[in-house]
Each structure stands twice: as C-alpha cells, then as structure tokens.
C-alpha cells in the first residue's frame, strides 16, 4: 500500500480497490481512516474522492416487476391516506415535496462549488496575462498531439493538447517571459543577458538556457517542473500572496512538484526513483541527440519522434552524409542550423507549424 502515499488526484484513489471497499462497506483492513488524518492536505483529498464514490454509486440490480409493482402500490397508499388525514391538499404536498428536493438539491450543488471554489488557488493564466501592458501573442491548442511553437529567440515550445501560451512577438526587455496554462517543454536558447521566465500560476520558473517541462493545468492542485538538460530556478510567484522562502535549484533529472494551495514546494532529486512523472516522460525527454556518425536521415527521424514534426528532406542527396554531434543543450532551430551547415553552405530549413522542409545539395 505505499504506492498510496504517490496518489495526487481523485481518480488515483478511485482506481483502488481498497479504497472502494473502505468507502461502500466500511471494512477497512488497510486503515484508511488513520492514513488520511496523518495529513490534512491529503485528508481534504480523500474525502473527496469519498463523495465522489458515494455520488456514483448506483445498485447492480434491477428490481424485478413484481418488487417495483408492490413499491408503488404501497407508495400510492400512504399518500392516499396522507391526503384523507390531512387538511392540506394533495396539490399542496406535491408542492412541498418538489419545494423540499430542490431546496436539498441547491445545498449539494452549493456546498460542492463552495469546495471547488475554496480549494482553487487565487492566480490563473488569465490573470497574469492581464496584467501585462506590452502586446501579447497567444496560441492554444485544441488538436489532440502536441504542437510545435518557435519563438523570436530561437526558443521552441512543444505544447500540449488543452495548453496555452502567451507570449511577445519579439522579446524586447531585460527579461524574456511567457505564461503558460497547461503543459510545455520548453528548448531555451542561450543569452546570459536576457533570462528566460515562465509563469504558471503560482510558480516562476527561471532559466538561462535549458530544457524543461512545466506542467501547470488550472484544474490540478499540483504544478510540476521537470528538468531534462541544463538547471532552472523555481519560486512561487509574489503575487500568489505567500512566497517560498528562496528560490529551488533543478539540475538535469531532477523536478519538483509544487500545491498550488499551500505552495508548499516537494523536490524530487532523481526522476527516476518517481514512478508517477518517469513513466509519462515523453519522447522529448527519453531520447538523447548525441551522435556520433550516424547517417543524416537517421538524425532526422529521431527529431520527428521528439517533437512530432514531419521532415521533409532530399533522401536521395543526403543518403551518404554522416555526421558526428551533440545536440542535446540546442532548441530546435539550432538543431536544424548545426545540421544545415554540417551539410554545406547550401543547405537551409524552413518551419512551417508541424511541418519542417530542408533543402541540400548534398554533404561536405
């Protein structure tokens, strides 16, 4: 029952078998009732999950005709004499039932926004957005794969379905920030001069050239930062009202979940000991781009298997072409500029949305 202590979301425990057996019978051979009171925050989830199984729940059987027959017959007769022995009239009670299920239906409905409202921390993307005077791009995306966003510097996202992210035509401050809603692996190209910031919710995080993951979805409790390559710093934003005392240091393999509720921050320092965010790592974060003379094509396939993008290129003139490198601390648009000169001062590539076309003569 450890893998119980990694549960961060209602369908975790709804997933478990002892939990629904605690829940819908009592019986309760791994003592749910005292793990959840050891910790508030988690004892505010599991009685969620709670109601949510007691909502659902709806008899396996049918009653049969006769059963369902007898029930009426019997429901009819107590308000038959109902209506005899009362004054009020029948009409009249019909009211008050109606008026007594709708007045029990509104005090559910109140009380369950009440706790969705009180449990949704105070600042969301819109928020931050709003609050920035200088014109913003923003792009969401609605398809169901991620899509492939460049940005002025030479930064790539890779955004996710459900995600937004707004962000400057060209940055032009000291600092280079976008807002994020959702989930982004973000490729930052180097300048020392001109840090890199994305806000998400509550967190900040900071870097100077980088890959990394921020996942910060509105209707989550938890903001998660995964680093691939690179380090990153991570704070609560100070708008959240209540800061982090000091600023987290990511190294590669290395995250750190953040709740958005209390901004209590948990670092995890090897990614590979975290079943729950190692196995939803993508094909981005898995792959390595070090090569060391390996065939062109083979170069490009593995980008298109990391970022989803479709490559087209000459396979005829690159057939022979090797080439040794690393890539791995690069954005995307380096990646493709270090491959292009490799080939020769000919070679140049174009990005248009999930689409990439490069154009050769052939290699040097």
Known sequence: MQQRNQYRSIEDFLADDSFKAWVLTGYDPDRWEVWAVENPQRAALVEEARNWWLAMQVPDTQPSTEVTSAALQDTWQKIWQAEEAAV???????????????????????????????????????????????????????TDRPVLISLSD????????????????????????????????????KNPDQPFLVYANEVVTKVVDTSFRVKAYADQPDIEVVVRTGKVNVSSNSAAGTS??????????????????????????????????????????????????????????????????????????????????????????????????SLGPNASYQIEGNVITVTAEGCN
């Open 88 to 142: 009020v009239p029948l009409w009249r009670w019909w009211r008050s039932v109606a008026a007594l299920l709708l007045l029990g239906g509104g005090l559910s409905l109140a009380w369950y926004l009440y706790n969705k409202t009180s449990r949704t921390p105070g600042i969301s993307y819109s928020d931050l957005v709003e609050e920035v005077a200088s014109p913003m791009l923003e792009r969401t995306n609605e």
């Open 244 to 341: 982090h005392e000091g600023d987290v240091l990511l190294l590669p393999n290395q995250g750190i979940r953040i709740n958005r509720e209390s901004l209590a921050f948990e670092k995890i320092d090897d990614l590979t000991q975290e079943n729950q965010i190692s196995q939803k790592l993508s094909n981005i974060e898995r792959l390595s781009f070090e090569f060391s003379d390996v065939p062109v094509a083979q170069i490009f396939r593995t980008i298109e298997q990391a970022y989803l993008v479709e490559i087209d290129f000459p396979i005829e003139k690159l057939r022979n072409c090797y080439l040794t490198t690393s890539l791995n601390d690069e954005p995307l648009a380096q990646k493709l500029k270090i491959i292009c000169t």
């Open 154 to 189: 030479g930064s790539s996202v890779l955004l996710q379905p459900d995600s937004k992210l707004s962000y400057p035509a060209n940055f032009v401050d000291d600092e280079r920030r976008v807002f994020l809603s959702g989930e982004g692996f973000f490729e930052i190209s």
